[in-house]
């Protein structure tokens, strides 16, 4: 199972809208509505900040927003603050596993 | 609060086996399936397998058939993941993760803080 593509990199100033791609295939995210996104920051466990492809964990800012289209999910971070930079990776089942993706590194410029 | 704990560093020889652990709180283990993901330094998150308290029924990804063993005691909550054969590819941190403790079972949700095994001659 290969992993999820992701971009490497995406960036934007405070306050703006960044949206992060995840794309799989027909096997995993087009086959399921169960993507998951995780918020990473360095020497932490990752965090889950969207499951579900849309749904918002308690305590996760509604600035998360997630969605999914075929064989492609998206991360959308509305009103960008500092504290959301951080490496973003998804997550997919797929028939007898699961699969995250390559991981975005997301700047706060 | 649901909370996954896990053992501490670890230092192993090539060849060797190493045994993490892994102990749940706030929910009961047998309800929902444990995940174990590993990350190497700078890399990215690669899911291993998973494990249902339950029935002690396991998945492992190819790459780890033969070398990995995934267990759980629910008498102490806690789940197990034994690595044999290291090298040093091996040295990464490994996180165990509850299968939907807060998500009715859709999502790999709440994560333990991570154990890095380092193997080293």
């Known amino acids: 199972q290969s992993a999820l593509t992701q971009p490497a990199s995406v960036s934007g100033s405070p306050g703006q809208s960044i949206t992060i791609s995840c794309t799989g295939t027909s096997s995993d995210v087009g086959s399921y509505n169960l993507v998951s996104w995780y918020q990473q920051h360095p020497g932490k466990a990752p965090n889950l900040v969207i499951y579900e492809v849309t749904k918002r964990p308690s305590g996760v800012s509604n600035r998360f927003s997630g969605s999914k289209s075929g064989n492609t999910a998206s991360l959308t971070i509305y009103g960008l603050q500092a504290e959301d930079e951080a490496d973003y990776y998804c997550?997919?089942?797929?028939?007898?596993?699961?699969?995250f993706g390559e991981g975005t590194k997301v700047t706060v410029l | 609060q649901v909370q996954l704990m896990q053992s501490g560093a670890e230092v192993r020889k090539p060849g060797a086996s190493v045994k993490v652990s892994c102990k749940v709180s706030?929910?009961?283990?047998?309800?929902?399936?444990i995940h174990w993901v590993r990350q190497a330094p700078g890399q990215g998150l690669e899911w291993m397998g998973r494990?249902?308290?339950?029935?002690?029924?396991?998945i492992y990804i190819q790459k780890f058939r033969g070398r990995v063993t995934m267990t759980t005691d629910t008498s102490v909550s806690t789940a197990y993941m034994d690595l044999s054969g290291l090298t040093s590819g091996d040295s990464v941190t490994y996180f165990c993760?509850?299968?939907?403790?807060?998500?009715?079972?859709?999502?790999?949700?709440?994560w333990g803080q991570g154990t890095l095994v380092t193997v080293s001659s």
């Open positions: 997550c997919s089942p797929a028939p007898t596993s699961w699969v």
């Open positions: 706030g929910y009961t283990l047998t309800d929902h399936f």
């Open positions: 494990i249902d308290p339950k029935t002690g029924g396991t």
């Open positions: 993760a509850s299968g939907g403790a807060g998500t009715a079972g859709t999502a790999i949700d709440y």
